[in-house]
């Protein structure tokens, strides 16, 4: 179970990101946060994890508090945390197997990790994750020959390296086209329903939200707005959609408004 209590996230610029939010996630949920540009959905994530420190409250994750744990500890209970990212965040130059076995460098000691040196039975782990997500053939092509839609799903691959029993995917669909993103989410869908993996996945597009997610959390200026299910917001009111996307919002155009850009926190 992940839980988040009164977060809160102040940039030094004095923006306040995250306004005191709490929540929980129980384990094998595909909780879903929608929201505009700059409502927070981006710090969210990367505070799970730490890649952003909260300036104020708890994040507790199977009984470890993520907030408060030293480097050390940390870097232990990243192992579980498998993160996918909107513009896939991969070495270009280096090989798709390099790309997705840098997903275990949290298992091998900083030495090892250095020079990339990683024993065998990871490989073959390595080679098993591309097989599904279909790209076993792509395994020694530099990582900026693939498409988007190849690049997000080394990205995958990389994460379920980790063994993580939880899955942050801040906007991965955002750049690509409606087939692709189905198929992307597909992927997430079948790691939450087969292998059992939680995930917290930020998106745009209501009507990909409404098909993936099992419960639905709405944020606006760093504030909870709306919670529900995926059967809640197939039945949103007009209310509830402006309540998160504002007054100017309109239902039929929704999905261009929404998905002009990412985050910019």
Same mark, same amino acid.
């Given at each position: 179970?992940?839980?988040?209590?009164?977060?809160?996230?102040?940039?030094?610029?004095?923006?306040?990101?995250?306004?005191?939010?709490?929540?929980?996630?129980?384990?094998?949920?595909?909780?879903?946060?929608?929201?505009?540009?700059?409502?927070?959905?981006?710090?969210?994530?990367?505070?799970?994890?730490?890649?952003?420190?909260?300036?104020?409250?708890?994040?507790?994750?199977?009984?470890?508090?993520?907030?408060?744990?030293?480097?050390?500890?940390?870097?232990?209970?990243?192992?579980?945390?498998?993160?996918?990212?909107?513009?896939?965040?991969?070495?270009?130059?280096?090989?798709?197997?390099?790309?997705?076995?840098?997903?275990?460098?949290?298992?091998?000691?900083?030495?090892?990790?250095?020079?990339?040196? !990683?024993?065998?039975?990871?490989?073959?782990?390595? !080679?098993?994750?591309?097989?599904?997500?279909?790209?076993?053939?792509?395994?020694?092509?530099?990582?900026?020959?693939?498409?988007?839609?190849?690049?997000?799903?080394?990205?995958?691959?990389?994460?379920?390296?980790?063994?993580?029993?939880?899955?942050?995917?801040?906007?991965?669909?955002?750049?690509?086209?409606?087939?692709?993103?189905?198929?992307?989410?597909?992927?997430?869908?079948?790691?939450?329903?087969?292998?059992?993996?939680?995930?917290?996945?930020?998106?745009?597009?209501?009507?990909?939200?409404?098909?993936?997610?099992?419960?639905?959390?709405?944020?606006?200026?760093?504030?909870?707005?709306?919670?529900?299910?995926?059967?809640?917001?197939?039945?949103?009111?007009?209310?509830? !959609?402006?309540?998160?996307?504002?007054?100017?919002?309109?239902?039929?155009?929704?999905?261009?408004?929404?998905?002009?850009?990412?985050?910019?926190?």
């Amino acid at each position: 179970m992940l839980e988040i209590k009164n977060l809160r996230k102040v940039y030094p610029d004095g923006t306040e990101a995250l306004k005191g939010i709490s929540f929980t996630v129980e384990d094998g949920e595909f909780l879903v946060i929608i929201g505009l540009s700059g409502s927070g959905k981006s710090t969210l994530l990367r505070c799970i994890n730490r890649l952003v420190d909260p300036t104020e409250g708890e994040i507790i994750l199977d009984g470890d508090i993520v907030s408060s744990l030293p480097s050390g500890e940390l870097r232990t209970v990243r192992r579980k945390i498998g993160m996918i990212f909107q513009h896939f965040n991969l070495v270009k130059r280096s090989s798709v197997l390099t790309n997705v076995l840098s997903g275990r460098l949290g298992y091998v000691n900083p030495a090892s990790s250095l020079m990339y040196r !990683f024993p065998e039975r990871d490989r073959k782990r390595a !080679f098993e994750a591309l097989e599904m997500v279909g790209i076993t053939d792509q395994a020694y092509k530099r990582a900026d020959e693939l498409s988007g839609g190849q690049q997000q799903r080394v990205g995958i691959a990389r994460a379920l390296m980790q063994d993580p029993s939880l899955i942050l995917a801040d906007e991965p669909v955002a750049s690509l086209d409606p087939v692709l993103a189905h198929s992307i989410l597909g992927y997430l869908e079948k790691l939450n329903k087969q292998e059992g993996i939680t995930v917290l996945c930020s998106l745009h597009y209501l009507d990909l939200v409404q098909r993936y997610a099992t419960r639905v959390i709405g944020l606006k200026d760093g504030n909870i707005v709306y919670r529900g299910t995926g059967e809640d917001i197939r039945n949103m009111t007009d209310e509830q !959609f402006k309540e998160i996307y504002g007054e100017e919002a309109i239902r039929v155009g929704a999905a261009s408004l929404t998905g002009e850009a990412a985050d910019v926190q």
